[in-house]
């Protein structure tokens, strides 16, 4: 513990959306096993508030995905920021751990930094600056003690960038791997029946807006030549625009809103239409072929034109090192060629074996003995709470 500190170890937490809340919630749990006593305060969502938090504000005041819904909520954003660098301050923690929510939490750090430099900082999941923005690795250092990243490679990332100390925890999804991957019983019961596609098409509204019809268009040409049984799993906020959406496809896929139903499914699919985004690691993850599409709005493709870097923004191509999972992205995104990369991963082709074959490579790469992600998560930011410096971890 900390010069100063009193009693039982003090963490002030930040997340954004509900991927920071499960991160956040998750390291809490850890915490509490690891320091018994602990105490929260902050800023999160469900997860973290079932985990012992009383947020300052609602976590989704400072959500905002696009960037007109960035403008039309900055007032709101810009007071929250003010609130919870002054409630840090006002009563110092033994740790700040911000997590994921890059434009906010990022700059929480650098405001508390410059007023209280003593408080020690660490960041829970880099943001992307392999794919755009390198700049931010080396701006995060000054107020930045230790970064936990996710994936495997971005420690290398960081150091190359002039970024802060990075620790490779591991994704939160190595812990559902069971949920995820069938069991020999599950992998034999669909023998003799028509493939399981999963279609995944987002878990935002304009994501489910932007692709839904392509993605309906492109199962019913699939659908033409061979027979499958579809399964659209998403939440159940989601159901009723997700009803609406695929109301005018030729096939009609199933849908299912609870984690198990999901993780069902994910067990028993032959292959998968999904949109880009973390879902993609999850499939790659459960061994699942898949094709990834994305579409964003006119003023925001032109933009990412100009600041995007590299060859793919799928996360499994990145794990990988090569671009195995075909990707279609804003005009290269037609149902012809939907459909023809969707055909050739549900059948038995040179594209799906190449599939099979790098995903088989994953559990050595993301390292899945050992610790859990939010365990090993937990030891780097205890040491930094008591006083100590991140140190080394040990291998995944």
Known sequence: MREGAKTALRVFMVAGEESGDQLGGALMESLHATAPGIAFRGVGGRRMAAAGLASLFPMEDITAIGITAVVGKLPTILRRLRETVEAVLADP????????????????????????????????????????????????????????ALLPF????????????????????????????P???EAGRRSGLPP???????????????????????LARVGQSRPMDLVLPTLPRLEPLVRQTIASW????????TEAEKYAAFRSARAA?????????????????????????????????????????????????ENVVPEYLQEYLTVPVLADALDKVIGDTPERARQDTTFARFDAIFGI????PSARAAEVVLRLARGGRPGALPPA
């Open 93 to 148: 923690p033994d740790v700040l751990v911000l997590v994921d929510a890059p434009d906010f939490t990022h700059r929480v750090a650098a405001r508390v930094r410059a007023a209280n430099p003593n408080i020690p900082i660490v960041k829970y999941v880099s943001p992307t600056v392999w794919v755009w923005r390198p700049g931010r690795a080396a701006a995060m250092r000054p107020h930045v003690d230790a970064l936990l």
């Open 154 to 181: 971005e420690p290398e990332v960081h150091r190359r960038l002039g970024g802060p100390p990075t620790f490779y925890v591991g994704h939160p999804l190595l812990e559902r791997l069971d949920e995820l991957r």
């Open 183 to 185: 069991s020999e019983e």
């Open 196 to 218: 399981l596609v999963l279609v995944l098409p987002g878990s935002r509204r304009r994501e489910i807006v932007r692709l839904g019809a392509d993605f309906g268009a492109a």
């Open 250 to 257: 030729p096939l009609k896929p199933r849908i299912v809103t």
């Open 273 to 321: 239409l999904a949109a880009s985004g973390t879902v993609t690691l999850e499939l790659a993850l459960a061994g699942i072929p898949h094709v990834a599409a994305y579409r964003v709005g006119w003023l925001e493709a032109q933009i990412a034109r100009r600041i995007l870097q590299g060859t793919t923004v799928i996360l499994a191509n990145l794990v990988a090192g």
């Open 369 to 372: 003995t050992g610790p859990s």
